[in-house]
């Protein structure tokens, strides 16, 4: 009898990162159980549409302006009453969101062997990112199968006390992700980027949405990016901005009547590697971006204090540049005006792996469960 496995997952980038697992996994002969928690909703429903998935389990548990402990308390409860209803062979969690936690620990007061995809990233400070750099530690500490992205994940979990075998140095699924979309569809994501109007035009390709951000930090960010703008008549810029209103409530006012400035609502992720591939340059506060725009070979500027992804910055396609007006406007001068930093950071070597992260975790689990 074939095993099961569920995916449990609720953001997009968690989606983007378990869509070519669960493929991996149906060409190894186990069934996948596509559990969503739907944190992000559109967000999501448009990554499983581009990856033809569809949930088995749609747990919909956001509310507006929902607080962190409600969300916990709903997920733990619903997902408690689904493992009851189907029992499952494995788990798998991903990265550091409140669905990664609890979905882990829901899994374990079930006696299920959880397997932690994105395993071992940690910026050591507790209130960078919030809260999921408490979200990863915590789970890892939980995990059967630790699926580390890179060899300084490994080390992290090694210091810890993870037991080393139960640790497997496997690649970022991320960039399975990208090959899958990009070798499929060049035409049609050329299309997207003409669609935009922005064809032969530079422009800097925007998101902020961390916690930690909101507020003071990103007008800070919206000043500089102004100043920018100002000096470079030539240049526009592209946001797609978060739908959290603690973001919208910011940029939308300070940027929607500058002329070369596009905000748009979060588009899919089909759109969003179009806009990556076009953009001159990626300013940030995400975590995924930091390992998908190497690959393109798109510099990032990182509008963060600290990150749980280091080999970015060490390879050299990332520069942390945190949220001071002035020391972003210095990082993204120095890109456009410097065509010697700026092949640097393009042609920077990418630290996440070779494509292949999702059929060694489909491996993997064929051999232990």
């Known amino acids: 009898m074939a095993k099961e496995v569920g995916l449990i997952f609720g953001t997009r980038p968690d989606a983007v990162k378990m869509a070519p697992v669960y493929h991996a996994l149906v060409d190894r002969g186990i069934t996948p159980c596509l559990i969503a928690t739907a944190q992000h909703r559109e967000m999501l429903d448009q990554v499983l549409r581009l990856f033809h998935l569809t949930a088995d389990h749609d747990l919909n548990v956001m509310e507006p302006r929902q607080s962190l402990g409600a969300l916990t308390a709903r997920l733990a409860q619903r997902l408690d009453l689904l493992l ?81 075998t139960a640790i497997f140095l496997t690649g970022n699924t991320v ?131 600290c990150t749980e992804r280091p080999e970015a910055v060490s390879s050299g396609a990332v520069s942390l540049v945190g949220t001071d007006e002035d020391r972003i406007y210095e990082h993204a001068f120095e890109l456009i005006h410097n065509p010697a930093r700026y092949t640097q950071m393009a042609q920077a070597r990418n630290p996440y792996g070779d494509g292949t992260a999702s059929i060694q975790i489909a491996q993997i689990l064929s051999e232990q469960i």
């Open 84 to 164: 009851n209803a189907r029992p499952l062979d494995a788990v798998l969690v991903h990265g550091d969101t409140t669905s990664c936690l609890v979905g882990a620990l829901s899994a374990f007061y079930h006696q299920i062997p959880v397997g932690h995809v994105e395993a071992g990233l940690r910026s050591n400070d507790p209130a960078n990112p919030f809260p999921e750099e408490i979200n990863r530690k915590l789970t890892a500490h939980i995990a059967t199968f630790h699926f580390a992205p890179t060899p300084n994940a490994v080390n992290n979990l090694q210091k810890e006390g993870i037991d080393p």
């Open 175 to 305: 960039i399975d992700a990208l090959v899958w979309v990009t070798e499929r569809y060049p035409n049609q994501l050329r299309q997207k980027r003409e669609a935009l109007g922005l064809s032969g035009k530079p422009y800097i390709l925007m998101t902020m949405h961390r916690r930690e951000n909101w507020g003071t930090p990103m007008k800070n960010v919206i000043s500089a990016v102004k100043r920018i703008l100002h000096e470079h008549d030539d240049l526009h810029l592209l946001f797609p901005v978060h739908p959290n209103p603690a973001v919208r409530e910011v940029v939308i006012p300070a940027l929607e009547q500058h002329p070369r400035v596009c905000l748009t609502d979060p588009v899919g992720y089909f759109d969003f590697v179009a806009w990556m591939q076009g953009a001159l340059f990626i300013m940030s506060d995400s975590g995924g971006l930091q390992e998908e725009a190497p690959w393109l070979g798109k510099p990032v500027l990182l509008l963060r204090s």
